[in-house]
Nanobody, 121 residues
Framework: QVQLVESGGGLVQPGGSLRLSCAAS????????MGWYRQAPGKERELVAT???????NYADSVKGRFTISRDNAKNTVYLQMNSLEPEDTAVYYC???????????????WGQGTQVTVSS
């Protein structure tokens, strides 16, 4: 089994910054891609940013220039640096990983438990 554990959420004032982390652990797996999604109250879950080895990161238009996604392959960890936060960024942020299981060489999506980010004065 593979687990994703997120950390770094919290309450921040508009214009502030937060850094989210998500670490993958388990056995017999290779990570293809990792990313962050978010879900605000009453809204559908939406993509924030994704990163795949060897490719440029992909960002939602609403966060371009403010958020930066990065990945430490040695630690199986993905980060999301969020700057210039706005109240509209308030949501539960979920880590996602596309994981290749070497037990059967099939890929599966995995999700973290979510971490709350609240931007408010």
């Amino acid at each position: 089994q593979v687990q994703l554990v997120e950390s770094g959420g919290g309450l921040v004032q508009p214009g502030g910054s937060l850094r989210l982390s998500c670490a993958a652990s388990g056995t017999a797996f290779i990570i293809n891609a990792m990313g962050w999604y978010r879900q605000a109250p009453g809204k559908e879950r939406e993509l924030v940013a994704t990163v795949t080895s060897g490719r440029s990161p992909n960002y939602a238009d609403s966060v371009k220039g403010r958020f930066t996604i990065s990945r430490d392959n040695a630690k199986n960890t993905v980060y999301l640096q969020m700057n210039s936060l706005e109240p509209e960024d308030t949501a539960v942020y979920y880590c996602n990983a596309d994981v290749l299981r070497t037990t059967n060489w099939r890929s599966y999506p995995y999700w973290g438990q979510g971490t709350q980010v609240t931007v408010s004065s």
